[in-house]
């Protein structure tokens, strides 16, 4: 799992950094029906909200690929103002897009 970094004026973020993570993880998420949860930690949902996540115990979210699974994931503790999956024609994975108000 990658993490990102960078500047966010005003984000309220200790040292004015804010965070995000992001991966493309090839597994569905941690959880008690997962038998394969020990590939990534359950710590990112429970730290941050995933793009997709429809509620704070969600595992849940649209498919990231043409296959119908979702295995790409991005993680942010930032106010989210939109999230979306398009198809780029390039690849077998959708493209998972989020807004976010940083400051």
């Known amino acids: 799992m990658g993490t990102g970094r960078r500047p966010a004026r005003g984000a309220g973020r200790r040292g004015g950094w804010a965070y995000g993570l992001r991966g493309d993880l090839n597994s569905t998420p941690p959880g008690a029906s997962n038998a394969r949860s020990w590939i990534w930690p359950d710590g990112p949902y429970g730290r ?55 400051g």
């Open 48 to 102: 941050y909200r995933e793009c997709d996540q429809q509620g704070p115990d969600g595992r849940t979210g649209r498919p990231t690929l043409v296959s119908g699974g979702k295995v790409d994931y991005l993680f942010t503790d930032l106010p989210r103002s939109g999230c979306s999956v398009r198809d780029t024609s390039a690849s077998d994975h959708l493209a998972l897009i989020m807004e976010v108000r940083a």
